[in-house]
């Protein structure tokens, strides 16, 4: 298995929901990430798991709060995010050596 | 912190011609990604760049390194209409495992 799975591939929500966006990849890669970019814009580091722990927190919002299960998942769970958060939200994960990092195909998100 | 500015930010190509794109960054990194993007989609990456003086080719895009001068060039000869999307360079933050985009490169390919 050589890509990166993201779900939903769309989600629209209120300010006051709850939601989870979910990552999975299984090529055994060590460090995981997730990225927000919006329209014609470069993706913008969220976040990074590197063995499960978090390793760097590029002074998201707590509204954002992200979760490594184990060192195949990766989720960010969402709660009374703003309009202005609507964006894609990427998640990659890269193999050591490289640091080649392989992206998934993101999910598009609205925030009513 | 590391900054990266890349030019130009548009580029519209004739079929046929060649053209550079160019990739700065402001401090030391020994490493640099490639990656295209189509509209709507997400990013694949095109090239790995992992020492001074690394050049790497595949089809009509060449890149190559200059840790040096934190210079990295994206070439694209004879261009087709393929081509079109938008080009990210990358570098990679030093000892570290996470990298920092440049705006990118939206390059339309014309017949």
């Known amino acids: 298995d050589t890509e990166v799975t993201q779900t939903p591939k769309h989600l629209v929500m209120g300010m006051t929901n709850k939601k989870s966006l979910k990552c999975e990849q299984h090529?055994?890669?060590?460090?995981m990430y997730w990225y927000k970019q919006k329209a014609k814009k470069p993706p913008e580091l969220m976040f990074v798991y590197s063995y499960e722990k978090l390793s760097i927190n590029e002074s998201v919002p707590s509204r954002f709060s992200p979760e490594c299960p184990n060192s195949s998942l990766l989720n960010l769970h969402l709660h009374a995010l703003q309009p202005e958060d609507s964006a894609l939200y990427l998640c990659a994960s890269s193999q050591e050596g490289t640091g080649e990092q392989f992206f998934g195909p993101g999910t598009r998100l609205t925030v009513l | 912190e590391l900054k990266v500015e890349q030019n130009p930010l548009f580029l519209s190509m004739q079929e046929g011609k060649n053209y550079t794109i160019y990739c700065n960054y402001s401090t030391t990194s020994d490493r640099l990604y490639w990656y295209r993007q189509d509209p709507g989609k997400s990013l694949e990456s095109l090239f790995v760049?992992?020492?001074?003086?690394a050049v790497k080719q595949e089809g009509r895009l060449m890149a190559s390194l200059d840790t040096k001068a934190r210079l990295s060039t994206l070439h694209i000869t004879a261009a087709v209409h393929d081509l079109s999307a938008t080009y990210f360079c990358a570098p990679a933050r030093y000892n570290n495992n996470d990298m920092r985009f440049g705006a990118g490169t939206r390059l339309t390919v014309k017949p």
């Open positions: 760049l992992l020492s001074n003086g």
């Open positions: 090529m055994g890669h060590r460090a």
